[in-house]
């Protein structure tokens, strides 16, 4: 609140300006990331406010957006009611989840033919809060699963420059690992070996559901068998059933489905006695060796005529960005023995907004409430003079009292 004051100028008026808006808090997509390890230590975000108004209808700056990156395939959920915020998957895609508050008004903007002198002004509108859950699923083309052991990531590691963990017992693999793997100058497919599945997986036995996950995220599956295994058949049966159970479009995949450990004595005979029994269920059986890398190219080719078959909305398809859609004049009132609690997100804003220890700030917040029609519902309600109201932050004292100039 400021009055124009000058040599030889004689009540001057009002030239109070307003509150620059406060910084938004942005979530874009960074593809140098791959882990949101970086939100293990730091867990609170908070964007700049912007700057005060001053004399001469000057305008405060508005603060700069706090940009916050996490890796491709972060999905945002709204921590309280798990709802998705939004599924960022493209490079370089954004949005904002927290949005600003709008500067005060200083006492120019009040000014009118019947007001000429306000003498008041408005607190900067409160910015948005939000507590979230952030989960990563890997994005890959082809993704790679099997039994503990199968022979998963030394597949990875055979097509691929990824360097995964690899030791002859189960459960190596703790973490999805990614590669790339080039067929020619034009075609490259992203793979990703799954950790090895378990039965119970769909409901989080052994981290499975963890894992499953990630594998929501591919569009093709190579199924690897283990060689050693005692019944290859049932191995597979198993992890298909686990992925049906945990969504049933995983289990509607398109998979290829591959012996490893071709380099083992009698794999020949083995192989020729499973291609059969596959045959049977309509589900041809291809062959490889990760150790002598063996058929590999074959299988990377068939991936990529499975990938290229899927249709392209098919192959496309997110989760959408949702917005909120809330009511902000919508209001409710809780009767308790000692006082009333008024909630809402227009009034509480308004409350937040006000300058409490100033006479025509308090005058004009009866007028919200007027507006809104809380006046109303609370004599409604058998609000009587001096009972105690809640709004937001703010315990206020009733009163009749009101003035109804502009």
């Not at 706090?66 to 915020?85: A, Y």
């Amino acid at each position: 609140m400021h009055f124009r004051k000058e040599k030889f100028v004689n009540r001057g008026g009002p030239d109070g300006g307003d509150g620059g808006r406060g910084g938004d808090i942005v979530f874009s997509v960074n593809p140098n990331m791959n882990t949101l390890f970086k939100f293990q230590h730091n867990r609170s975000y908070v964007a700049e406010d912007g700057k005060g108004g001053g004399s001469s209808n000057k305008t405060g700056r508005s603060a700069d957006a706090l940009v916050i990156d996490v890796p491709p395939g972060t999905i945002i959920h709204e921590k309280e009611s798990d709802r998705v915020l939004a599924d960022l998957t493209q490079l370089g895609q954004t949005v904002v989840l927290c949005k600003g508050g709008r500067g005060g008004r200083g006492n120019a903007r009040f000014a009118n033919s019947r007001h000429q002198a306000p003498r008041m002004a408005e607190r900067g509108e409160p910015g948005q809060e939000l507590k979230l859950r952030l989960e990563l699923k890997l994005i890959a083309d082809v993704g790679i699963i099997g039994m503990p052991n199968a022979g998963k990531s030394s597949l990875l590691a055979a097509v691929t420059n990824a360097k995964p963990k690899i030791a002859d017992y189960p459960f190596t693999t703790l973490v999805p690992n990614l590669g790339v793997a080039v067929l020619d100058e034009e075609v490259s497919l992203v793979l990703a070996d799954i950790p090895g599945l378990i039965e119970g997986a769909h409901r989080g036995v052994g981290l499975g559901d963890t894992f499953l996950r990630h594998v929501q995220r591919t569009k093709v599956l190579i199924h690897v068998l283990d060689g050693n295994s005692q019944d290859a058949l049932a191995d597979f049966s198993q992890i298909n059933t686990e992925l049906s159970l945990f969504d049933p479009k995983l289990g509607q995949k398109p998979q290829i489905v591959v012996l490893n450990k071709m380099d083992l004595p009698d794999m020949e005979e083995k192989y020729q006695d499973l291609t059969k029994k596959f045959k049977k269920i309509n589900i041809p059986l291809m062959s490889c060796s990760t150790l002598q890398k063996k058929n590999l190219t074959e299988i990377l080719w068939k991936a990529y005529e499975l990938l290229k078959a899927i249709p392209a909305e098919e192959a496309g398809e997110e989760l959408p960005l949702y917005t909120a859609e809330v009511d902000e004049r919508a209001f409710s009132i809780e009767k308790k023995e000692e006082n009333f609690i008024v909630h809402g997100v227009a009034i509480e804003r308004a409350a937040a907004m006000t300058y409490w220890d100033n006479y025509e700030s308090i005058r004009r917040f009866q007028r919200i409430l007027q507006a809104l029609g809380i006046t109303e519902a609370l004599r409604g309600q058998g609000v009587e003079e001096g009972d105690t109201v809640e709004i937001g932050d703010f315990e206020l004292s009733w009163t009749e009292e009101f003035d109804s100039y502009e």
